[in-house]
């Protein structure tokens, strides 16, 4: 009786399941990794100027300038450079006769502007990390079929790191060119006698439409005034800011990113497991706090246009930096708005005979520096530093809440060796307070601003303005530290009392 071999019938449930086949792997080079971190680079640089330009457009600075170079300047600025302006050569041949021929004429000898200014708009600044990281981490986040390397993650950065400097050392020459300034931006400036009853510098030197002071000792016939400037950007500023600026960007990437598969590893895991969820938090709000009146104001703005327009553009480019500012105010940092006007060199004669013909009329117009505390003014007939402390802590309490609600409670063990019942919350504490300290000093540090205006002759500076807003950066970081670690204690306490209790094990038999 010949033996059958039964037939096995596989089943949905006992019988093998078929082998899914997996795709075969595409593997990327090193070049392709450093062409693509370079290109995430580009991508940043091109959000920039497309921000940059249409705040320019409703600034109405096209004015005054041509759009191209001045959309350069802004993008420079945005990563830490600084621009200086000189005179302008005098395209008028009719600005000759007296003095001015005599000394060369044609701006040669003449008065002349000279200024130099730093400022960062974090709008463009910003954009332009949003769009860097996006564009970096496409590849990191789409790829679920395996985890990229540390190496190939190394090649991406060192790609982007390499094409940062070269692309703004690019941008910072293409940031020149000649602007007009506006009319009276000479009015007021101090001149060298320390002011003058008809409107300082502007006056002196004819650019007040009456003629007389220098516009006829130099032959100006009432229109001496110089009016132009050219600028230029310090390519060397932009060039190392450019790197700090992908250097930051990336790294905090790293840190708070969710979606992107990071061969971090070690240290560098563990700092994204503990701190991780506390930096994206205070990230992710602050962005979320500047967009959303960004994007009212700038789209009530464009609409109205004239004054609003101005103001659309100006928020358009400065948003994140009014938003610094308050939240530094709220945390009790002391903000300066000063002007300081600039003498003329008291041993020139040629200050003091141009400060004889100031005439100021008996009366003493001397200048005087002016200071403003910020947080002595006042909204809607609050204190601003009322209004900063109530939205401060606000932010901070929600912030701290959210950064507990995802943390792991393994990694909120403190870094000492108490383990007791509030162990958990103590190491919410000091993590959220380091994380509010940092971020909060880098954000004094880049709202801050200067600018300094003159006018010379002979090589010799008759008077001018400067200008600066700033804070203590150190006194920042240690008030940061001691708002945020109450908040982070406060917010991890709302966290636990909001997490549903575990379920008990029921007990071994």
């Known amino acids: 009786m010949a033996a059958t071999t039964p037939r096995l019938q596989a089943g949905p449930a006992t019988g093998p399941r078929p082998q899914r086949r997996t795709p075969a792997l595409r593997l990327i080079g090193p070049w392709q990794n450093a062409a693509e971190g370079a290109a995430a680079v580009l991508c940043a640089v091109l959000a920039m100027a497309s921000v940059a330009a249409p705040a320019l457009a409703l600034l109405g600075a096209g004015a005054y300038g041509s759009l191209w170079p001045l959309t350069m300047l802004v993008t420079a600025l945005a990563v830490g450079g600084s621009v200086s302006a000189g005179p302008a050569p005098s395209a008028d041949p009719g600005v000759t006769g007296g003095l001015a021929s005599l000394f060369g004429g044609e701006g040669g000898m003449g ?115 110089p009016s132009a400037l050219t600028y230029q950007v310090g390519a060397g500023a932009a060039g190392v800011g450019a790197v700090l600026w992908v250097a930051v960007a990336l790294g905090v990437g790293c840190l708070i990113s969710r979606r992107a598969r990071l061969p971090l590893g070690g240290a560098p895991d563990a700092l ?181 205006f003159g006018v010379g002759m002979f090589g010799s500076e008759l008077g001018g303005m400067r200008a600066e807003l700033g804070a203590s950066v150190l006194w920042t970081v240690v008030l940061g530290l001691l708002a945020g670690a109450p908040a982070g204690f406060a917010g991890s306490l709302a966290a636990t009392a909001r997490r549903p209790p575990e379920p008990r094990r029921p007990a071994a038999l």
């Open 111 to 225: 008065p002349s502007m000279s200024g130099a200014g730093q400022a960062v708009p974090l709008t463009v600044t910003l954009v332009g990390a949003v769009v860097l990281w996006v564009a970096f981490s496409w590849r990191l986040r789409r790829g679920r079929q395996r985890r990229f390397t540390a190496g190939e993650l190394a090649v991406r950065a060192a790609g982007a790191a390499v094409a940062a400097p070269v692309a703004f050392l690019v941008v910072a020459g293409l940031a020149r060119g000649t602007a007009t300034l506006p009319d009276g931006a000479l009015s007021g400036m101090a001149g060298p006698g320390g002011g003058s009853a008809t409107g300082g510098l502007g006056d002196l030197l004819g650019g007040g439409g009456g003629g007389g002071g220098l516009a006829e000792l130099f032959g100006g016939g009432g229109t001496a005034a």
């Open 272 to 452: 994204r497991s503990g701190w991780g969820r506390s930096l994206s938090a205070v990230v992710r709000t602050l962005l979320a706090l500047a967009a959303v009146p960004l994007v009212v104001l700038v789209f009530v703005g464009a609409a109205a246009g004239g004054r609003a327009g101005d103001a659309a553009g100006a928020a358009l480019l400065f948003a994140p930096n009014a938003v610094a500012v308050l939240l530094t105010l709220g945390v009790g940092t002391s903000w300066t708005a000063a002007v300081h006007p600039v003498r003329g060199e008291g041993g020139n004669p040629l200050a003091t005979l141009i400060g004889g013909m100031g005439g100021t009329g008996g009366a003493d117009t001397r200048q005087t520096d002016r200071t403003e505390q910020l947080r002595s003014l006042s909204a809607g007939g609050w204190p601003l530093w009322l209004v900063a402390l109530a939205v401060t802590g606000l932010v901070l309490l929600c912030c701290a809440y959210r950064a507990a609600r995802a943390t792991d409670p393994a990694h909120r063990v403190p870094p000492h060796s108490y383990r007791g019942p509030l162990a958990a919350h103590l190491g919410m504490a000091g993590r959220f307070g380091v994380v509010t300290a940092v971020t909060l000093g880098a954000a004094a540090w880049l709202a801050g601003a200067s600018g300094r």
